[in-house]
């Protein structure tokens, strides 16, 4: 069975109660009370710092989201092409290095850092070699990876924040990364993939093309996808999960509306998104972007 139409019950659930906040009726939702998947956290993708926000000011929103909501992954360096260390530590060092501090701080367990490689990706062994090269680098400079993706948004060909991978060179560039990773001593960081934009027809392929080679299967430790306006459905819930791999979301936010402080149709369309992913077994729910 091929994944068709989004799966809506959830969706309509949550956008009917926010539609009718202000209305006398009460709204009940009611869910399975059945074991399902254990929730690891919240997170985000982080961008380059903001030039004009204060940094008191970075800090406080910094520590509402990582300390006082309790974020515990972060997703980096998306850098338009900008593919070497000095853009990258440039953009994110203080960032993740901010985040490392307050978290030790505050007595929290370490942040799970996950890198997001964008470029280009023609030649598939210079692709897996680029991306090994930056971990390596990275961590030279006191950044230790703990997770990475293979592309950010595969199927996206067309834009600058894309990877574009075709789905069947998917087993040849996870397979690639995992042997240079453990030939430079980064046998503990772990792969997640395919990271495309929705949950489609290439995302389907993408998969067909992973289990498909053993070795690809053992060397992927977790799906991930981005739910922007397809979430995770039900079919391909239930077959990803024949494979006992983690399951990220790694990053969404709305597309449709301005978003303004006090805006409660954002939040109702950010929390549907949110709970239907719920509702197909993600583990990890990252938005898009944070404070900075």
């Known amino acids: 069975m091929r994944p068709g139409a989004r799966c809506w019950r959830v969706v309509a659930a949550v956008m009917l109660a926010a539609a009718l906040s202000h209305a006398t009726k009460q709204v009940t939702i009611t869910v399975q009370d059945l074991p399902q998947q254990t929730f690891k956290g919240f997170g985000s993708n982080s961008h380059a710092d903001p030039e004009e926000m204060p940094e008191h000011v970075k800090e406080k929103l910094v520590t509402v989201l990582w300390i006082d909501l ?7 360096a998306r850098v338009y092409h900008k593919w070497s260390i000095p853009y990258i530590l440039a953009d994110f060092e203080e960032n993740i290095k901010l985040k490392q501090r307050l978290y030790a701080e505050h007595g929290k367990d370490s942040l799970i850092l996950l890198f997001n490689p964008t ?29 990475t993706g293979v592309g950010n948004e595969p199927n996206q060909h067309e834009h600058e924040w894309a990877a574009p991978i075709r789905p069947q060179d998917f087993p040849a560039i996870i397979n690639g990364v995992r042997q240079k990773l453990d030939a430079r001593g980064f046998s503990d960081i772990k792969i997640i993939a395919p990271e495309a934009s929705n949950v489609d027809d290439y995302y389907w392929q993408s998969i067909e093309a992973i289990v498909s080679d053993e070795e690809c299967v053992n060397n992927l430790d977790g799906f991930a996808f981005h739910s922007y306006n397809m979430s ?17 979301q790694t990053e969404s936010s709305h597309f449709t509306i301005d978003e303004h402080f006090n805006d409660s149709m954002v939040a109702a369309e950010m929390s549907a998104m949110f709970l239907a992913d719920m509702n197909f077994g993600c583990e990890r729910w990252l938005y898009w972007i944070d404070a900075g």
């Open 70 to 76: 309790d974020f515990t992954a972060m997703r980096f």
């Open 119 to 147: 470029g280009t990706t023609d030649n598939t062994e210079q692709w897996t070699e680029d991306i090994v090269n930056i971990i390596d680098s990275l961590n030279a400079h006191g950044i230790r990876c703990d997770y």
């Open 232 to 248: 995770m459905i039900q079919p391909t819930w239930e077959w990803l999960r024949e494979y006992g791999k983690e399951l990220w």
